[in-house]
C-alpha cells in the first residue's frame, strides 16, 4: 500500500510539485497523468526515493518513505524498482550483466537474472551489449532489471512515448504482467492518452500555481 | 557481477584513453625502476670492490683514472710503479697492507691481474675448485672469467696484449688454469689472478744472459699499489708521503668515488626529474580520464545510485578504477625498467665491467607504493565528484 500525503517540492521558491493526497492498494496500479512540467517526473521520483520532498509523507507498506528518516540506498533500490524514460542500460554491460548490477548493488546473490531474461523472450540476447538489441528488447532489459529484486513498487517514467500503438500496448502488457510476476504495484508516469484505459486508477497532477 | 567486471567494463569503453593513461604512467615508473635499480646496485658495487682498500699507489697522472684502472680495472692505468716503492710503503708503520697490482693483458676481455693472494683474500674469495698457484704462468679465475670462457682446472690460454681484446697474442707463454675461484660478487669475478711474476715473464722473454738478467731484475715494475691503512691517523699522512715522491701519486677510492658520483650525479638527477614530469603528466592523464569519464558516464552513475549504490560506493568504484590502472601501470613500468635493466647488464658484462641484475628489489616496492598513492590523489576529485552527482536531477534531464 502506496499513501501520499500533502507532498510538494520547490526548487528555491519556485514550486514544482503540488500533490493531492491519494492511496494506493497493493493491486491497484495506477497511472500519473498530466500534461508536460506538470512533476510526474518529480513525483515519481520522490516515490523512488532519489528526490526528497520539501514537504509531505509517502509510506509504502506501512514504512514511512518521508519524512524523517534517512533510508539507505540499499533500503530504497530493494524496495522500489524503476524503469527511467531513457532506460539507461550501462552500455559496457551485456544484457543479462545490467540485471545483475541491480542484483550486486543491494547484495542479491540469487540467479533470478538468467531466468527473469528468459521469461521475458530475451534467451538470445542475453549477452549482447544494450546497442545491438532493438528498443523493445532494451525496454524489457530495463524491465527486467526494475524487477530483479522483487520490489514492492514498481515505477515506469513514460514508457510508451517513443512506441508506435502496436508496441505501447504491449509495453503496457508486459509492465502489468511485470508487477504481477512480483507482486508489486504498477505506477506509470504518462501523457499518453492510449494508455490510460488500461488503468483502472489514475491520478491527475496539475501543473502547480508559481 | 563485481566491482572488478564493472571497472574494467567501464575502462574497456575508452581504450584509447585508458592505454595512453597506463602507458605514461607506465614509463614514468619505469625510468625510476631503471634509475633506482641502476644507480642502487653500481654505487652498491663500487663499494663493494674498493673495501679494505683506503690508498692506490700509482705513477703520477689522473687519480681517478688510477682508481679506475686499479681497484674497478674499467680503465687504462696512468703508469707504472718502481718495486721498489713497495717495500718502501711496507716498511712505513702507518701501512697494515700493500697489494701490488700489474695489469697488461687480458684474456677475452678479462684483465689478467699479477698480484698477491692477498687480492683475493681482500674480497673474500674462496676457491670453487682446485689450488691457488704455486709458481708464474699458473692462473686463477674469478668465477664469471671461468663462466663465461668456459676454461676448467687445467685448460691453458694465452693472454692478450693491451686490457681489451684485440691485440696481439702472447702465444709463446701459455697460462695453466690452477685454480676457479666462487663468485664474490665483486671485481674480482671478473680477473684472472695470476703471480706478480708472470706478468713480466710474459713481457720480459728469456734473457739471454745474468747481465741481461740483473738490469731486467732492476727494471722490475708494478702497475699500482692497493694499501691498507694501519690506523686512520694514516689517511692525513701517508698519501702526502706518497705525493712528495717524484714519480708516485696516492689516490683515496672513497674521495674519488664521491667526486666520480658528484658529476654522474648530474645525469641521475636529470633522469630522476625526467622520470617525475613523466608521473606527472601521467596523473593528468589520469585525472582528465577519469573526469571527463563524469560527463560520459553521469547517467551510468545515476543509475547505480538508483539501483542501490551509495555515495560511497560509486566513490569507491572510481577510486578502484584508478587503482587497477596504476596497477597495470606499475606492472607494465616494472617489465620495461627491468628490461632496460637487463639490456645494460648484458651490454656491461661484454665490456667485462660492472655487473648488474635486472631483479626486484624493496626500493622499487617503494615506487609501486608512490604510484598508487599520487594515482589515488588523481582520482580523489572525480571520485568525490560522482559520488555527490544529484542522481534525480540528472536523471531528470535524460
Keep these: ?210 | 557481477m563485481n566491482a572488478w567486471r564493472l571497472v574494467v567494463a567501464q575502462l574497456l569503453r575508452k581504450p584509447l584513453q585508458t592505454t595512453l593513461a597506463v602507458v605514461l604512467l607506465a614509463l614514468g615508473i619505469a625510468t625510476l625502476v631503471f634509475v633506482v635499480l641502476i644507480q642502487g646496485q653500481l654505487s652498491r658495487q663500487m663499494t663493494r670492490d674498493a673495501q679494505g682498500i683506503d690508498l692506490v699507489v700509482g705513477a703520477k697522472g689522473s687519480p681517478l683514472q688510477l682508481v679506475l684502472s686499479a681497484v674497478y680495472h674499467v680503465d687504462v692505468p696512468t703508469g707504472n710503479v718502481a718495486l721498489a716503492a713497495v717495500d718502501q710503503l711496507r716498511a712505513n708503520r702507518l701501512v697494515a697492507q700493500v697489494i701490488p697490482v700489474s695489469l697488461g693483458d687480458n684474456f677475452r676481455g678479462f684483465r689478467i691481474v699479477g698480484t698477491e693472494p692477498a687480492l683475493i683474500e681482500n674480497y673474500g674469495g674462496r676457491l670453487a675448485a682446485g689450488a691457488l698457484w704455486t709458481a708464474p704462468m699458473q692462473a686463477v679465475l674469478g668465477a664469471e672469467v671461468a663462466l663465461t670462457t668456459g676454461l676448467s682446472i687445467a685448460s691453458t690460454f694465452a693472454g692478450t696484449h693491451g686490457l681489451t681484446e684485440g691485440g696481439a697474442t702472447h702465444e709463446e707463454s701459455m697460462y695453466s688454469v690452477v685454480g676457479i675461484l666462487t663468485p664474490t660478487g665483486t671485481v674480482l669475478d671478473r680477473l684472472v689472478i695470476t703471480d706478480k711474476s708472470s706478468v713480466w715473464r710474459v713481457h720480459e722473454g728469456q734473457p739471454a744472459d745474468a747481465d741481461e738478467r740483473a738490469i731486467l731484475l732492476a727494471d722490475r715494475e708494478v702497475t699500482a699499489l692497493l694499501v691498507r691503512y694501519a690506523s686512520p691517523l694514516a689517511a692525513a699522512i701517508v698519501p702526502r708521503q706518497v705525493n712528495a715522491e717524484n714519480r708516485l701519486m696516492a689516490a683515496s677510492p672513497a674521495s674519488e668515488l664521491a667526486r666520480l658520483f658528484a658529476v654522474v650525479g648530474v645525469g641521475i638527477n636529470t633522469m630522476r626529474v625526467f622520470a617525475a614530469v613523466l608521473i606527472a603528466s601521467s596523473l593528468l592523464a589520469l585525472f582528465v580520464t577519469l573526469y571527463s569519464a563524469l560527463e560520459e558516464r553521469r547517467y551510468d552513475i545515476a543509475v547505480m545510485r538508483l539501483l542501490g549504490a551509495s555515495r560511497g560506493r560509486i566513490a569507491g568504484l572510481m577510486l578502484f578504477e584508478a587503482w587497477l590502472l596504476a596497477l597495470a601501470a606499475i606492472i607494465l613500468g616494472l617489465l620495461i625498467g627491468l628490461g632496460a635493466v637487463a639490456v645494460v647488464a648484458t651490454r656491461l658484462a661484454q665490456a667485462r665491467a660492472f655487473s648488474v641484475t635486472a631483479h626486484v628489489t624493496p626500493d622499487l616496492l617503494w615506487i609501486g607504493i608512490v604510484a598508487l598513492m599520487t594515482s589515488t590523489i588523481a582520482a580523489l576529485l572525480p571520485a568525490w565528484r560522482a559520488g555527490r552527482m544529484d542522481v534525480a536531477q540528472t536523471l531528470a534531464k535524460g
Excluded at chain 1, 524523517?68 to 539507461?88: C, F, K, N, T, Y
Excluded at chain 1, 514492492?152 to 508486459?174: F, G, M
Design chain 1, 1 to 210: 500500500m502506496l499513501t501520499v500525503r500533502a507532498v510538494t517540492h520547490s526548487y528555491g521558491n519556485r514550486l514544482v510539485l503540488a500533490v493531492a493526497d491519494f492511496e494506493l492498494a497493493r493491486d491497484e496500479h495506477c497511472a500519473l497523468m498530466g500534461s508536460s512540467g506538470a512533476g510526474k517526473t518529480t513525483l515519481l521520483h520522490v516515490l523512488a526515493g532519489i528526490l526528497r520532498p520539501t514537504a509531505g509523507s509517502v509510506t509504502l507498506d506501512d514504512e514511512v518513505l518521508y519524512p524523517l528518516v534517512e533510508r539507505s540506498d540499499r533500503w530504497r533500490a530493494s524496495r522500489v524498482g524503476v524503469i527511467p524514460q531513457m532506460l539507461h542500460l550501462l552500455p559496457s554491460l551485456s544484457a543479462l550483466e545490467n540485471v545483475r548490477l541491480a542484483q550486486y548493488f543491494i547484495g542479491n546473490d540469487s540467479d533470478t537474472a538468467r531466468t527473469l531474461l528468459r521469461d521475458l523472450g530475451l534467451q538470445a540476447q542475453m549477452h549482447a551489449r544494450p546497442e545491438r538489441l532493438s528498443v523493445g528488447e532494451r525496454q524489457r532489459v530495463a524491465i527486467a532489471r526494475a524487477i530483479v529484486n522483487k520490489p514492492r513498487l514498481l515505477l515506469a517514467d513514460e514508457p510508451t512515448s517513443s512506441l508506435d500503438d502496436a508496441n505501447a500496448a504491449r509495453a503496457v502488457e508486459l509492465l502489468f504482467e511485470a508487477a504481477h510476476m512480483t507482486g508489486a504495484l504498477l505506477v506509470v508516469a504518462t501523457h499518453d492518452a492510449r494508455i490510460r484505459e488500461r488503468f483502472a486508477r489514475q491520478v491527475h497532477l496539475n501543473r502547480a500555481p508559481s
